[in-house]
């Protein structure tokens, strides 16, 4: 609602009194006639009373609601990349839902159902943006095949980068008109969405790939392919690789390609190098 001047409005929380589920009539009744020997015109649009069986059920919707968008999410991240990018929208999610519930116990602002639907909403638009960059990096991963992991990952935010920002700018000028003409009935939802895209795109940025990077790190087994003929490796190498705690098995080339893609289907974590001995 638009008000004039001279109007204003207000929310007034009461704390129910003890051996009592909810306030009660009479409390309310006593409230409103103390307000208006202050301010004879008040008036008083909206009375709720929500007791600690209501707000129980609402605590296990928005939790079973979330988790069950973000386990879909997980289902479909995993079949269409990898387990590692799977995990890394996880956090990133993790991280965008519990920094927006944070600032709400913080700043003490209304959670209802209104709230809950601005969490799936930040749910989808987070993973919107960490998908685009997710695949970007797929493609980049095919294209720069000796670049490093963390080069690859680098690039391919970089390169989203532009239309990650334009999207995010173009939606909070229309949540920043809503949030200051939107009146209250849809300030804390439009709040709860304008915070969390802002968290969003920082995850998808610098959260999610990260957490693959970590993830995908390390290997097992490197395996050397010496040329026709297996040879023994340099003392240095099998020293380096000891260190690392990667173990070093020299093979003929073809046999090394063919391990290689072996394991590497059976989703083992191994490298291939084909190095003159």
């Known amino acids: 609602p638009t008000f004039r001047a001279n109007q204003n409005v207000a929310m007034i929380r009461i704390q129910a009194q003890a051996d009592e589920e909810s306030?009660?009539?009479?409390t309310i009744a006593a409230v409103e006639a103390a307000l208006a020997t202050v301010a004879?015109?008040?008036?008083f649009p909206s009375v709720e009373s929500v007791g600690p069986k209501v707000s129980g059920e609402l605590i296990r919707t928005a939790i079973l609601s979330v988790l069950g968008a973000i386990a879909a999410i997980v289902l479909y991240i995993w079949l269409r990349?990898?387990?590692?990018?799977?995990l890394g929208g996880v956090v990133a999610l993790a991280h965008d839902v519990g920094l927006t519930i944070g600032?709400?116990?913080?700043?003490?602002?209304?959670f209802d159902l209104a709230i809950i639907?601005?969490?799936?909403?930040?749910?989808?638009?987070?993973?919107?943006?960490?998908?685009v960059v997710f695949d970007r990096a797929r493609e980049n991963l095919i294209k720069y095949k000796v670049m490093p992991l963390i080069d690859v990952l680098n690039l391919s935010a970089n390169e989203t980068l532009s239309?990650?920002?334009m999207t995010s700018g173009t939606t909070l000028l229309a949540l920043i008109a809503l949030l200051a003409l939107g009146g209250d009935v849809i300030r804390g939802f439009v709040f709860a969405i304008t915070w969390g895209i802002v968290v969003g795109t920082y995850s998808s940025i610098y959260v999610a790939k990260n957490i693959v990077l970590m993830l995908a790190g390390t290997v097992d087994v490197l395996f050397v392919g010496t040329g026709a003929d297996?040879?023994?490796?340099?003392?240095a190498l099998r020293v380096a690789m000891d260190a690392a705690g990667v173990g070093a098995e020299p093979m003929s080339s073809p046999a090394a390609c063919r391990?290689?893609?072996?394991?590497l289907s059976e989703g083992r974590r191994v490298a291939l190098a084909a190095i003159p001995v």
């Open 23 to 26: 306030v009660n009539t009479q």
């Open 81 to 86: 990349f990898e387990w590692q990018f799977a």
């Open 40 to 43: 004879p015109d008040i008036t």
């Open 259 to 263: 391990a290689y893609n072996l394991l």
């Open 230 to 235: 297996i040879a023994h490796l340099p003392q």
């Open 163 to 165: 239309r990650t920002m």
């Open 103 to 110: 600032l709400f116990a913080l700043l003490q602002i209304k």
């Open 117 to 131: 639907a601005a969490l799936l909403t930040i749910v989808g638009y987070s993973i919107n943006d960490t998908v």
